[in-house]
């Protein structure tokens, strides 16, 4: 039987990394996730890796990427200000493509903002933080069992598309404590970075495999390859022509879409209410991740009697689009709830096209968004018939 322990989510991020097979970690410490160095400091020389304090996170995010390339399972964990540090290396890690996970424990910002408050305002950073054109891969626990699992998945999805992955936790969700079922050693499906074969002299370090991602070679092997952060041919030398560029651009965005494959889909959950006996529309769809999922799925319970739907994301980035198309249908309203000032509710809109209207329960003053914040608007939304809606100021697919 798998054993089942009372963890703190950051706790967990750490045992789900050492689980997935990583064996560096190089960071520097930041409120709210500097659990996760302290326990990657004893728990990986304990199974043979290695832990690095760095000077600064710019440094850390370098020192990930170049043990990755030696060979190495990697990651780092940061917050808000870390971050934004990070995103020029983070660029550098899409267009070298190496595999490497970032954890970012969300707390309040802008700049040092509430370092001890939890938020959750770093979705578009996590999507577009460094420049350019670029896959964006982005995972969201609501528990510390999914701090657990997800980073589990983190890894998998960085190792399978070779690019870095981010593990977007919050405050509340890195330092609450539940019971987390561990798995037992072995049972877990890991994922390996594509490894070349054949002629070390035939090696093309960017040539794309059947599934576009191209094998990578460890540095101090007998297949040597160049690296550079500059626009680069399959033998990764240098190239600035029309032709080689709309190529690798294109190739590196499409990974996010072959990630949609496999990466965790989102948690739908009806209420007991929901289809039975309802009206055309009238069912409330929830739109909430991480600890604001939490919230809204009180809210549900609280109010069985209120037809609900939560659509929880546990994969922010690529956005699950079509998922949420699907539910709109059957839906007379969407209500966004996150602790930020409308990041998530941007995607939302967007889906929703004007289909249904779609309402905001936000928060952003280091305090967690409450069930009856969110219940308020379920109930100011469930009491307008879409056209009374419109008449009192609601814009099709907006506020």
């Not at 802008?110 to 891969?137: F, Y």
């Amino acid at each position: 039987m798998s054993p089942v322990v009372f963890m703190q989510g950051n706790e967990a991020v750490v045992e789900g990394a050492l689980a997935a097979g990583a064996r560096f970690y190089a960071g520097y410490p930041i409120t709210p996730s500097s659990e996760i160095a302290e326990l990657a400091s004893r728990r990986l020389p304990a199974v043979g890796g290695v832990y690095l304090q760095m000077e600064d996170e710019i440094a850390s995010i370098g020192a990930v990427i170049g043990a990755s390339l030696a060979g190495a399972k990697a990651f780092t964990a940061t917050s808000g200000p870390g971050f934004s540090l990070m995103q020029e290396n983070i660029g550098l890690a899409v267009m070298l493509e190496v595999p490497c996970v970032v954890v970012n424990v969300m707390r309040s910002g802008p700049s040092t903002g509430l370092a001890t408050k939890p938020a959750q305002a770093d979705v578009m950073q996590a999507r577009w933080g460094t420049h350019g054109d670029h896959p964006a891969v982005a995972l969201a626990p609501w528990s510390v069992q999914e701090c657990f699992s997800l980073t589990v998945a983190a890894f998998n999805a960085a190792e399978r598309l070779r690019t870095p992955v981010f593990l977007l936790s919050d405050e509340i969700i890195g330092r609450m404590r539940e019971g987390v079922t561990l798995p037992e050693p072995g049972s877990l499906e890991l994922v390996e970075r594509p490894a070349p074969t054949g002629p070390a002299a035939e090696y093309r370090p960017y040539r794309p495999g059947p599934d576009g991602v191209p094998p990578l070679a460890a540095f101090g092997g007998p297949y040597v390859f160049h690296a550079t952060s500059s626009m680069h041919d399959e033998m990764g030398v240098s190239a600035n022509d029309a032709a080689t560029a709309a190529s690798v651009i294109s190739r590196l965005v499409a990974k996010s879409r072959f990630a949609l494959d496999f990466l965790p889909g989102p948690e739908v959950v009806r209420s007991a209410e929901t289809g039975r006996g309802c009206r055309p529309g009238e069912p409330v769809l929830l739109v909430a991740f991480g600890s604001s999922a939490r919230s809204a799925r009180q809210v549900m319970l609280d109010h069985p009697d209120h037809p609900m739907t939560l659509f929880r994301p546990r994969c922010l980035w690529p956005f699950p689009e079509k998922e949420l198309s699907a539910l709109l249908a059957d839906h007379g309203a969407v209500v966004v709830a996150e602790m930020n000032t409308g990041q998530l509710l941007l995607e939302v809109e967007r889906v929703a096209a004007g289909r249904v209207p779609v309402a905001a329960a936000l928060r952003s003053d280091g305090e967690i968004i409450t069930p009856e914040q969110i219940w308020e608007t379920v109930r100011e939304v469930a009491r307008r018939p879409r056209p009374a809606a419109q008449a009192l100021g609601w814009k099709e697919g907006g506020r």
